[in-house]
């Protein structure tokens, strides 16, 4: 949590420095690749004031178009150079519910710092940065200071939203802001989706999104766990049995994808998500005192190139692993993870096997032995306009291993969708909704990665928020 003192704070006719970007405090390589604590510490109040003077505080503040839910950054970062640090937060939750949690995960360098006007000869704005520590300010506050946005007058109308991922999460803030009674049903016993069981702590303690969740709480949104909508209820079930007048669905795409390589059913072959869940959620590594174990390998090959895949190397190294490979098709240059992330899975030593392209796992007596992989090299651009990896002749090898994650995505879970007959679905099994996020079904909507596939956390939050207003009018027009 940073360090405080709104006392301090001054109210300075702005001059913008001309100083360098604002390091972010981090915990050595060495330390942090053998805990869960968290890499990034976070700026000081210091640093945040400092980092806030470097904005020009435009005219123009493209930076605003180039967040994916609008937040108005310019006056966001006003306050903190003015030292009103409630209401800059308060501008932060006009948008974003999860401000701190954002702050820490959402891309920015490809977002809102990629449009800062500083970015055109320089080092933008760390505007990503800023957030992190205004949403920090604000959960470090006593719970009756934090900013609680204001919820509307009781409408007498009753929303079920599926998924307590991003998505899900951001639908009913905003459905309580219209003053909708809202539950939140979720299948696992611990709220947040993928916030929780996926992204290790040491990116996204979990405190901070049990914090942000328990003030959606505060704001009367009723959440229930452990119960599977598709199994427990169906979504007809919902509203014809259950009394809502809508249902918002948002339950992620979750369901691992695997190579269809041999080998795949040995002992100590995970999928990313298991292997990061069991991890995360059920604190495996704690095991017997957890009630959920988790394989430590000795050696661990990891293949993907995006931010699934490096958390999961990075998870592996903190479980003890003496050597962790990532194994990617395509060069580093072309990986889909934040960069930051590959930066900081370089320095705890994860060794990147680039251009490899995995063909067979193989194994003893049941258990994993190695991982055989094919070198490639890149040829002509393909459909996606990245230059295809094209395999090398001969070019086999075995990557000596007692563990492999699979790390290549994962797509939507059938449970819901095949108990709902009447909502359109796409070839691959996602829910087809509109920008709205209105489906084929009558008083369904959809959003987030069940609708787009793995995409970002400020995405799902958009399309949930964008829902929850969609579902404002059509209760107004249509319901009772
Ligand atoms: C390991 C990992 C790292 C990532 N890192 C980043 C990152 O750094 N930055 C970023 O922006 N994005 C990242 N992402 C992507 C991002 O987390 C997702 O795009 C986002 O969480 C999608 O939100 P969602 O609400 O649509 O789904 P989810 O977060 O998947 O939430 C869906 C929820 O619905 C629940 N559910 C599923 N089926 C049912 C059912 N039938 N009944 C009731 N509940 C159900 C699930 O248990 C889950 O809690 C990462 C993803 C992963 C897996
Ligand atoms: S574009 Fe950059 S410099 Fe201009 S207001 Fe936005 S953050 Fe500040």
Excluded at 197 to 217: D, T, W
Excluded at 332 to 357: D, N, Q, T, Y
Aim: charged residues 25%; hydrophobic residues 40%; aromatic residues 6%.
């Amino acid at each position: 949590m940073p360090h405080l003192d709104a006392s301090n704070a001054e109210k300075p006719r702005h001059k913008p420095s001309r100083g360098p970007r604002v390091p972010m405090p981090e915990r050595s390589a060495v330390e942090r690749a053998r805990d869960f604590d968290e890499v990034n510490l976070g700026y000081t109040e210091e640093q945040a004031k400092a980092e806030a003077d470097r904005c020009l505080q435009c005219k123009n503040p493209t930076c605003i178009d180039g967040c994916p839910v609008n937040i108005d950054i310019k006056s966001f970062i006003r306050h903190i150079i003015d030292g009103e640090y409630a209401d800059g937060v308060a501008v932060l939750k006009e948008r974003n519910a999860l401000p701190a949690v954002c702050g820490r995960v959402c891309p920015q360098e490809e977002q809102c710092e990629a449009a800062c006007v500083l970015a055109k000869k320089g080092d933008p704005v760390a505007i990503g940065r800023l957030e992190r520590w205004l949403g920090d300010f604000d959960l470090a506050c006593d719970l009756e200071e934090r900013c609680e946005p204001e919820v509307g007058e009781n409408t007498g109308y009753r929303v079920a939203v599926v998924g307590s991922g991003p998505a899900g999460l951001a639908c009913a803030g905003e459905l309580r802001r219209f003053g909708h009674a809202v539950t939140v049903f979720e299948s696992l016993h611990a709220l947040g989706g993928v916030l929780t069981y996926g992204i290790p702590e040491f990116r996204l303690p979990k405190s901070i999104v049990q914090a942000e969740i328990e003030m959606l709480g505060i704001m009367g949104v009723e959440f229930v766990t452990d119960i599977v909508v598709g199994a427990t209820y169906t979504v007809d079930e919902l509203m014809s049995e259950q009394g809502y007048d809508a249902v918002f669905v948002g339950n992620g795409a979750g369901l691992p994808v695997f190579l269809g390589i041999a080998g795949e059913n040995l002992n100590g072959v995970y999928s990313a998500n298991e292997f990061l869940t069991r991890v995360n959620l059920m604190r495996g590594y704690e095991f017997p005192k957890a009630d959920t174990p988790v394989w430590r390998g000795r050696k661990v090959a990891v293949i993907g190139g995006g931010n699934v895949a490096m958390d999961s190397a990075r998870t592996a190294k903190r479980l003890g692993a003496q050597g962790v490979f990532l194994v990617y098709r395509r060069s580093e240059e072309e990986m889909p993870a934040r960069r930051e992330e590959v930066h900081h899975a370089r320095e705890e030593g994860i060794e990147f096997k680039m251009l490899c392209s995995p063909s067979e796992i193989v194994g003893h007596d049941g258990w994993v032995t190695g991982l055989t992989a094919t070198r490639m090299e890149l040829g002509e651009p393909d459909e996606s306009g990245r230059r295809a990896p094209v395999c090398v002749l001969d070019s086999d090898f075995v990557i000596d291993c007692d563990t492999v994650i699979v790390a290549v995505g994962t797509r939507a879970n059938p449970l819901l969708t095949q108990t709902t007959p009447d909502l359109e679905l796409t070839r691959r099994g996602y829910v087809v909704a509109d920008e709205q996020g209105a489906t084929s079904k009558p008083g369904v909507f959809a959003g987030g990665d069940i609708v787009t596939g793995s995409a970002t956390v400020i995405l799902a939050m958009g399309a949930g928020k964008r829902a929850a207003q969609a579902i404002d009018q059509w209760l107004d027009t249509h319901s009772r």
